[in-house]
């Protein structure tokens, strides 16, 4: 089994950058699935909605696999939905994994000491409900917070992205532009743990996640300071950013950077009719954005 | 149906400051509960477990009910057990708000745009699957990232606790100290927000977590500088600090913090036997506690 950055690597070199986000927003649900729930209410609106995200999601793991080697589940859309979205989840991300695809549970979690240990127990734990392959966490609680993840990383191949500088336009706020703020010191924790258990690809399994919306100068900066450091860059698509914008998060050599688009690829575009082949046009939606990179 | 801060400031005039943690570390939980699930592996142990768990925390609840105002759960000890897990939270929820017990969830959640609003449907949405009065929440992401829930504080009455100074050793490197770091911009959130939402009492419904085990210079700093800002406290009990060390997170009239313990109240300490009466004896260690305010 290789660790998580060389599976990244791997993955990359096969199927290029492209991570496809899975991002259930009921309203945006193609209508053969919305009609299993939408006139339900409560409970049994949930317990009809989850089945129709799980079966929603299936499609997107069917249409993706193949064509990018990682897709990132966001726990929120299940989550809103309780027990049988976490159900839902649950057979996502197990369903990814026997299709080959590393799994990135979006989840941006962030406790400390046994609290921290149980959220790895619920997420990346082999032997948990979820057993993702890595999470996002959030940094504001400090290092130590993030450590119970960080010895997955080791004794199960796992990883984790913590959340380094956002795309969204409040981000500045605590986590500072460039060289200022939070972000400065939230880098230093990851390439500290990264130099230290980095395997033949030059990457440690600690990534960051940076915003595609930033500057090109900003991109730059974070790939230059976090050598050893594997960038999870939302933003592309719904979000404005290109994939002409993502080149500066870029190692040299093409990797170092994993690209995640959601709503562009897996949602039919506003305006048009539901296809007649939907996974095949969520395919040719991934392939048409893979083919800009 | 009163807002959040005016029930905050009923109940603690009633009952106290005191607030129960509902954390169910798996091998804390007495021998009863544990011999369930302990012979069992995988998904029937969680199963099991969630149902032990479940149980046991209806037992706290029976035990604080009428004692304290306010109970806290855990997110992370539910959803470790996955999606029975999640079903014993919400069962664990509305049985705290049927006993007339306000429910803060401890989720420490943070995303932005619909992502956001999802976990405020999930986690505090009256018609959602958990329904609780308030949920914690972590700040990295920017204010933006906490107004989906600012705006169910106003539309359903709910509440939520930012995290502003933590208890663990670690905290600082992002948080600061005093009046340096992120946690400076975050107190600036919270009280342009309560300054303008603030009821009869003076306080807002968006809170902030400030650790008991932090210095009373400090306590007493950010009680000055968010004075319409509700304080939850944790680090009484299990982590060292003493009722007496929370005095400066109150205002002269007795108001404004809750003070949280777990493990202290709710588990019988190690080394001692199961009592006869379990009930009772949860109950006989919150009113030894409630003594100390």
Excluded at 40 to 53: I, N, T, Y
Excluded at 153 to 158: H, I, L, M, P, R
Excluded at 229 to 253: H, I, N, S
Aim: proline share 7%; charged share 20%; aromatic share 6%.
């Amino acid at each position: 089994m290789k660790s998580f950055p060389e599976q990244l690597a791997r993955s990359v070199a096969e199927h290029g950058p492209l991570m496809v986000g899975i991002d259930p927003h009921l309203d945006r649900l193609p209508t053969r699935f919305k009609q299993s729930f939408e006139s339900l209410s409560g409970a049994s609106r949930r317990e009809a909605a989850a089945h129709a995200v799980l079966d929603w999601s299936l499609e997107i793991i069917q249409a993706v696999s193949g064509e990018v080697g990682v897709v990132k589940p966001q726990a929120a859309f299940f989550e809103q939905l309780g027990s049988p979205g976490w159900a839902a989840l649950e057979a996502t991300c197990q369903a990814a994994k026997k299709a080959g695809l590393v799994v990135v549970l979006d989840a941006k979690r962030g406790d400390i000491g046994s609290t921290a240990s149980a959220y790895a127990k619920a997420l990346v734990d082999n032997d948990g409900p979820v057993g993702a392959d890595a999470v996002t966490l959030s940094p504001y609680l400090g290092p130590e917070s993030l450590t119970p993840f960080v010895e997955y990383c080791t004794s199960q191949q796992k990883g984790a992205f913590i959340l380094l500088r956002t795309s969204n336009p409040g981000s500045e706020a605590l986590q500072g532009r460039g060289a200022t703020g939070a972000a400065v010191e939230v880098a230093q924790w990851l390439e500290n743990w990264n130099s230290s258990l980095k395997g033949p690809s030059g990457f440690g399994p600690i990534g960051a996640v940076v915003g595609a919306t930033l500057s090109a100068d900003e991109l730059a900066h974070w790939r230059k300071t976090c050598p050893h450091t594997w960038l999870l860059v939302p933003g592309v698509g719904a979000q404005g950013a290109t994939p002409a914008d993502t080149k500066p998060c870029f190692r040299e050599d093409g990797l170092g950077a994993l690209i995640n688009v959601s709503r562009a690829v897996t949602f039919t575009p506003a305006g048009e009719p539901d296809p007649t082949d939907p996974v095949q046009a969520i395919r040719d939606r991934v392939r048409a954005l893979k083919a800009q990179f």
